[in-house]
């Protein structure tokens, strides 16, 4: 009994070979690879000098050097452009949802399509087109420069952008909620700000994300609009290209620099990141 | 309805606070003014002129605000800001051959003709004549050349000293000795230079002109004369017989003087001011074995380019021309351009040349083969037109044909007719 049992249990049963296991392990290492060698090439790079970048003998074994970062954060001065890109994705990025959430707000619950509309334009028509009109009616207010543009024209950007992702998020909110609240004796806007806004935390955690992360790559508005003293850093990083020479590694450790936020930003807010990017998406 | 027109009101006054709020931190511009607002390119010359600048601010008691932005960069910037007539620019780095017809068409650059004559101890008459000649439009001075270039020969001296050869001084002698050098030295290019269709037209305009040919004759394309196909045949024949293996068809001069630096390569062609990626040894593994020549001889003769690559304007719309012109008068003065050159960048003022001073700082080869190229040259190196990106995209396609082996002569009867077509668009 035993002896049969044992045999039963140890024979040797043809498991079938996990194929889609194994297919789904090949092709997201074939994905990641993909998409990790360019960042793992900058990174490296930041750590070699310009005649080691580019010999291909030397592309893990090298002697690394600090030097690259001391020229980013030494002659290069990018402590400055790094607060000018926070400030200006930061106060576009709180100026935004003050002004979108309310509106996505009204124009999911009074159903104000045409509204919504007018405001998707915005994503529709492309930057470069405002750019000339933008400059020419900014320099005649003698904005060009300032901050205040810079932010500006972030929030031509990130108000559209929050304004979608609240408004699918207030319509998967039930209306029951706030007519409870209001049963309750709050009036419509107090039943918006104590029970509906809290609820939608996560929304508006989501598009204030990507909202901060699309205007602290903006280069377009930056390169015309920034002045001398409000640059961003996706501007500053051209300072490593000139003509008739480029310094990678410098290139490469500003690169890094201006990276590494946004993946540290990605890495801890995933959720929040993919659920904003496919809000709506469901929706029949 | 209410609450359409209250969203309205209420983001139109967050915007206009907002605004309001911010616009007290912003510089003025447009009238005269102590502030000169000067936009520079990212470039050597640059760098130097930025540690000169408190000179030039206590010589004046003006002050001098700067921008600096890389070449791609400052043109889009210039295309948006130029076009809509901005006032916040004084003095402007512009390249004459890319951007300075499409410029003085456009009236963005301020004639010149009435400040150079007053200024006669600055003396105008000291430019070479192929740099000024590129930046006067229609008889008049609309810029001031700052740094010139033109095409030399960078070999590797120990490759030749093994093979046996002498300097090539002919197109010809280049290419047997770019043969026999790949043939001893397996792994080693005989010869590299840009490829890349559009970034190859200004090193390719030499061959082309010493080959005897031209992009264009009064006005008609030329693409395609027996000269300018031979001279496509050549370029693009070198680099796909003696060139590297599989070489890509879109290098432009960071990715061709790579491969020479790292000495994958005995000879390439290419802009003199491109001598310190491959003469310095933080950037290049051949520092020590690098020759310097003058553009060999073609059936034409040495025929190399020899341009202004960067010039000062003075923007037209500016309100401050005065104070603009100060500062271009003393950046292109004979003390400042012997003290870029003194530091390596080479200038467009001939008593600077004649200064034993002024080319110490060169390595004595190359100081002798721009001088040699500057008394041969042509003063363009890409087809002078308003929209010259496009015309270089069409006159560049034949040497990437010729580059992966195919069928040059048809190739260039293409680029002729549309290159013609776009002459005639252009000069409707």
């Known amino acids: 009994m035993t002896t049969k049992s044992l045999t039963i249990a140890g024979a040797p049963r043809r498991r079938k070979f996990p194929w889609p296991t194994f297919g789904r392990a090949v092709g997201l290492t074939a994905v990641v690879v993909t998409f990790v060698a360019p960042l793992a090439w900058m990174l490296l790079a930041s750590f070699k000098t310009n005649v080691d970048i580019y010999d291909s003998s030397k592309m893990f074994a ?26 200006v994705a930061f106060v576009a990025t709180v100026l935004s949802l003050v002004l979108a959430v309310p509106a996505a707000y009204s124009m999911s619950r ?5 509204s919504a509309m007018v405001v998707l334009l915005a994503r529709i028509i492309p930057g470069v087109s405002l750019l000339v009109p933008w400059y020419f009616v900014f320099s005649q207010m003698r904005l060009v420069g300032s901050f205040a543009v810079l932010i500006l024209s972030m929030m031509f950007v990130s108000l559209p952008l929050i304004l979608y992702i609240m408004m699918s998020y207030f319509d ?28 939608s935390m996560p929304g508006v955690a989501t598009a204030g994300i990507l909202s901060f992360i699309f205007a602290w790559n ?16 996706p501007v500053a990083i051209f300072d490593f290209v000139g003509y008739a020479s480029i310094d990678w590694g410098g ?34 | 309805m209410k609450h359409r027109v209250a969203l309205k009101a209420a983001a139109l006054a967050v915007g206009v606070l907002t605004v309001g709020a911010l616009a007290g931190c912003t510089t003025s511009g447009g009238e005269a003014s102590d502030v000169v607002r000067v936009t520079l390119a990212n470039h050597v010359w640059t760098d ?9 601010e206590e010589q004046t008691g003006l002050t001098v605000e700067l921008t600096q932005l890389g070449e791609d960069q400052l043109s889009d910037q210039y295309n948006v800001k130029l076009n809509a007539g901005t006032d916040e620019i004084d003095v402007m780095m512009y390249r004459p051959l890319q951007e300075g017809k499409l410029f003085a068409q456009n009236g963005y650059l301020a004639e010149l003709d009435d400040r150079i004559d007053a200024a006669s101890d600055w003396d105008w008459s000291d430019f070479q004549a192929g740099p000024a000649e590129a930046t006067t439009y229609e008889d008049t001075v609309v810029g001031v050349p700052l740094v010139t270039e033109s095409e030399v020969l960078y070999y590797r001296t120990d490759l030749l000293e093994q093979a046996g050869l002498e300097v090539p001084t002919t197109l010809a002698e280049l290419e047997n000795a770019a043969k026999l050098v790949s043939e001893a030295n397996p792994g080693v290019a005989g010869f590299i230079a840009r490829t890349g269709r559009s970034a190859a037209v200004t090193q390719f305009s030499s061959y082309l002109f010493s080959f005897g040919g031209d992009f264009s004759e009064q006005g008609t394309a030329a693409v395609n004369s027996p000269e300018a196909v031979e001279a496509y045949e050549y370029y693009g024949g070198m680099i796909h017989k003696y060139g590297p293996q599989n070489v890509s068809t879109d290098m432009n001069w960071a990715e061709a003087s790579a491969i020479f630096a790292q000495g994958q390569a005995a000879f390439y062609t290419d802009a003199s001011s491109l001598y310190q990626n491959l003469a310095l040894p933080e950037n290049s593994t051949v520092s020590d074995k690098l020759g310097y020549a003058p553009f060999p001889e073609g059936p034409a003769g040495s025929k190399p380019y020899s341009i202004p690559a960067w010039a000062l304007g003075l923007n037209s719309g500016s309100g401050n021309q005065d ?41 004595a080869a190359l100081a002798a083969a721009i001088q040699a190229n500057a008394q041969n040259g042509v003063g363009y190196d890409r087809p002078l037109v308003v929209n010259v990106a496009e015309a270089r995209e069409i006159v560049g396609d034949p040497i990437v ?22 002459l005639d668009d252009e000069n409707q």
């Not at chain 1, 009074?110 to 045409?114: C, P, T």
């Not at chain 2, 130097?48 to 030039?56: A, G, M, N, V």
């Not at chain 2, 530091?343 to 040349?353: D, E, L, M, N």
């Open chain 1, 251 to 284: 290139l490469m450790a500003a690169a890094v620099i201006v990276t590494l936020p946004i993946m540290v930003i990605a890495l801890f807010t995933q959720k929040y990141i993919v659920s904003g990017l496919t809000a709506g998406a469901t929706k029949g």
């Open chain 1, 62 to 87: 090298f002697l690394p050097t600090l030097d690259n970062y001391g020229t980013v954060f030494g002659q290069a001065n990018y402590g400055a452009y790094i607060w000018n890109s926070f400030f």
């Open chain 2, 401 to 422: 044909v010729g580059i992966t082996g195919g069928d040059v002569p048809a190739a260039a009867e293409t680029a002729e007719q549309k290159f013609q077509a776009f």
């Open chain 2, 48 to 56: 130097l002129i930025k540690e000169k600048i408190p000179e030039f």
């Open chain 1, 172 to 199: 998967s909110m039930p209306e029951e909620l706030e007519e409870a609240a209001q049963v309750d004796g709050l009036t419509p806007i107090g039943a918006f700000l104590r029970i509906t806004l809290p609820l």
């Open chain 1, 110 to 114: 009074f159903v104000m399509g045409r």
């Open chain 2, 323 to 363: 104070n603009g012109w100060k500062f271009i008068e003393w950046a292109t003065s004979f003390d400042t351009v012997l003290a870029t050159q003194e530091a390596g960048v080479p200038g467009a003022r001939t008593s600077v040349w004649d200064d034993p001073a002024g080319t110490s700082s060169f390595p």
């Open chain 1, 218 to 233: 903006n280069f377009m508005f930056a390169l015309v609009l920034s002045g001398a003293s409000t640059k961003t850093l």
